[in-house]
T-cell receptor, first 111, second 118 residues
Framework: TQLLEQSPQFLSIQEGENLTVYCNSS?????LQWYRQEPGEGPVLLVT?????EVKKLKRLTFQFGDARKDSSLHITAAQPGDTGLYLC???????????FGQGTELSVKP | GAVVSQHPSWVICKSGTSVKIECRSL??????MFWYRQFPKQSLMLMAT?????????EQGVEKDKFLINHASLTLSTLTVTSAHPEDSSFYIC??????????????FGPGTRLLVL
């Protein structure tokens, strides 16, 4: 069974704090995607990382793909209430585009 | 670009009835679409992979006679929940990719359909 372990599953922080979400697996992924989802809506793609060791930045969000392409992290600097939501990592295997999703991280940023 | 729509956005039905959910890729051709189910505060659970013009591939534990999937065109896939029961109440989300499953192809998600079975 291919698993993608995401942690933490819940995170409640104050505005201005930093946080990191981790996704780890024993499987090697061809790419890894991060999504953000708000209640009652579909996931919205934040970034796709493809190359081992790759780092991508999206404003206050920094995404990293592990050298071995088995793990990834999402770091948010100076979190804001608007960052509140469910963050999902998803790894792509060479199986017809199928994605393996992590358990999700429910982030709450309090003003 | 890469917009996926779903219809309806929410539906309430009586137990025993069937409900059809549509998933459309609006500005690209999707040879592969995926159907997911999501419970509150949880991640997405893949139900099936739908390829245009062929039978869907269901994940283990998903009843193919219960959840009928049709992918008749390059822009439309439908999920029919047959003889729905309250335990089928959930948030159903589809996604689409623009090629025939090339590794690493980005999936674009629809906005989801909330199903409530009374």
């Amino acid at each position: 069974t291919q698993l993608l372990e995401q942690s933490p599953q819940f995170l409640s922080i104050q505005e201005g704090e930093n946080l990191t979400v981790y996704c780890n697996s024993s499987s090697v992924f061809s790419s890894l995607q991060w999504y953000r989802q708000e209640p009652g809506e579909g996931p919205v793609l934040l970034v796709t990382v493809v190359t081992g060791g790759e780092v991508k930045k999206l404003k206050r969000l920094t995404f990293q793909f592990g050298d071995a392409r088995k793990d990834s992290s999402l770091h948010i600097t100076a979190a804001q209430p608007g960052d509140t939501g469910l963050y999902l990592c998803a790894g792509a295997l060479n199986q017809g585009g199928k994605l393996i999703f992590g358990q999700g991280t429910e982030l709450s940023v309090k003003p | 670009g890469a917009v996926v729509s779903q219809h309806p956005s929410w539906v309430i039905c009586k137990s025993g009835t069937s409900v059809k959910i549509e998933c459309r890729s609006l500005d690209f051709q999707a040879t592969t679409m995926f159907w997911y189910r999501q419970f509150p505060k949880q991640s997405l659970m893949l139900m099936a992979t739908s390829n245009e013009g062929s039978k869907a591939t269901y994940e283990q534990g998903v009843e193919k006679d219960k959840f009928l999937i049709n992918h008749a065109s390059l822009t439309l896939s439908t999920l029919t929940v047959t003889s729905a029961h309250p335990e089928d109440s959930s948030f159903y989300i589809c996604s689409a990719i623009g090629t025939s499953g090339r590794a690493g192809e980005t999936q674009y998600f629809g906005p989801g359909t909330r199903l409530l079975v009374l």
